[in-house]
């Protein structure tokens, strides 16, 4: 199972725009990346999912450079309702996902 | 998205009682299911995978007849926690794969996952 090292806490402001990387060094060749994000007392929701280059959606992107031994998710024009617990996993097909420490993003006004 | 509803969201019980968690998947079908435990300020720990029709998969140091899975249909896996302790009290949160075929839209092979459900053993 890959393990995955991410920062512990970042702290952003209103409006700007938050990355956070993630590194991946021992990825399988079928193994997916997948950002989660977690409130507190709250099940974790999917934020965004990829396999190589740069993946967009309505709340994020997230970019993989070729080698995929990191990611990082992007969240553009942070808000304060963005606070929360960001999860990086690795993992596809029928593996399971083990959850690291996560990051604990707190945006302040 | 995928929605994975759980239910009871917060169940209080007396100590040496069982309870029963269920997880369901309202709208796309999940041959496996996992459940979760997370106490406050720490990460997800993976408790087992629970795959319709067949025993679920514990993970090392979770007791399996402490904590029963049941996966009996593709939208439906139940935890029975039997005779709770508060040692047991914790945050309970499982989650549902899409299945690649019949995800529906939703991105195949990625878990979603319920809201959770808070137990608390006095």
């Known amino acids: 199972l890959a393990k995955t090292t991410q920062p512990i806490s970042m702290d952003s402001y209103e409006g700007q725009e938050v990355n956070i990387t993630c590194s991946h060094n021992?990825?399988?060749?079928?193994?997916?990346i997948t950002w989660y994000q977690q409130f507190p007392s709250q099940g974790p929701r999917f934020i965004i999912q990829g396999y190589k280059t740069k993946v967009t959606n309505e709340v994020a992107s997230l970019f993989i450079p070729a080698d995929r031994k990191s990611s990082t998710l992007s969240l553009p024009r942070v808000s304060l309702s963005d606070t929360a617990v960001y999860y990086c996993?690795?993992?596809?097909?029928?593996?399971?996902?083990?959850f690291g420490a996560g990051t604990r993003l707190a945006v302040h006004p | 998205g995928a929605v994975v509803s759980q239910h009871p969201s917060r169940v209080i019980c007396k100590s040496g009682t069982s309870v029963k968690i269920e997880c369901r998947s309202l709208?796309?079908?999940?041959?496996?299911m996992f459940w979760y435990r997370q106490f406050p300020k720490q990460s997800l720990m993976l408790m087992a995978t629970?795959?319709?029709?067949?025993?679920?998969?514990?993970e090392q140091g979770v007791e399996k007849d402490k904590f029963l899975i049941n996966h009996a249909s593709l939208t439906l896996s139940t935890l029975t926690v039997t005779s709770a302790h508060p040692e047991d009290s914790s945050f309970y949160i499982c989650?549902?794969?899409?299945?690649?075929?019949?995800?529906?839209?939703?991105?195949?092979?990625?878990?979603?996952f319920g809201p959770g459900t808070r137990l608390t053993v006095l």
């Open positions: 996993l690795v993992g596809g097909g029928y593996n399971k996902l083990i």
């Open positions: 629970s795959n319709e029709g067949s025993k679920a998969t514990y």
């Open positions: 709208d796309f079908q999940a041959t496996t």
């Open positions: 989650s549902a794969r899409a299945d690649k075929y019949t995800a529906g839209g939703k991105a195949a092979d990625t878990q979603y």
């Open positions: 021992n990825i399988a060749t079928n193994d997916y």
